[in-house]
C-alpha cells in the first residue's frame, strides 16, 4: 500500500516502528528511510521458533519505505509479506496475507498512531 500521511518524516518513521515493534515485529530502520522487519513472533516464549520454523501455519515480515514529500507531508509505502505451510512435512510457499497482519491494517493502526483517522 502507498499512501499520502500529513504527519512530519520523524513522527511517521516514530509510529511506524511503534506500531509494528507492538505486533511483535523486530524492527530496523536506516537513515534512507527504509525500515524493514524480521520475521513477527507469533508466540512470546522460547518456543515460538519451533512454532514458527517448523509447525507454523504462516509467517510474516513487513517492508517500509518513508519519503518525505514537505514538511508536514510524508509519503509511507508498505508491503507485508506473508507465507505458509498446512503441517510439519510441507514447504513455506508464498500465501494470502491474514486480514491481522494485512497492510491495510497495518496503515490504519499507523494513522490511528498519528491521531490521523
Excluded: C
Amino acid at each position: 500500500m502507498d499512501v499520502t500521511l500529513h504527519a512530519p518524516i520523524e513522527q511517521v518513521k516514530a509510529a511506524v516502528a511503534d506500531v509494528l515493534s507492538q505486533e511483535g515485529y523486530t524492527v530496523a530502520q536506516d537513515d534512507s528511510g527504509n525500515v524493514t522487519t524480521g520475521m513477527r513472533q507469533e508466540i512470546r516464549s522460547p518456543w515460538n521458533w519451533l512454532l514458527r520454523w517448523r509447525f507454523g501455519v504462516g509467517k510474516s515480515r513487513v517492508e517500509a519505505r518513508v519519503v518525505p514529500q514537505d514538511e508536514s507531508t510524508t509519503r509511507l509505502r508498505l508491503q507485508v509479506f506473508h507465507r505458509g505451510k498446512d503441517g510439519l512435512f510441507d514447504t513455506w510457499e508464498d500465501a494470502e496475507t491474514p486480514l491481522p497482519q494485512s497492510a491495510a491494517n497495518e496503515i490504519r493502526r499507523i494513522k490511528n498512531a498519528l491521531r490521523l483517522l
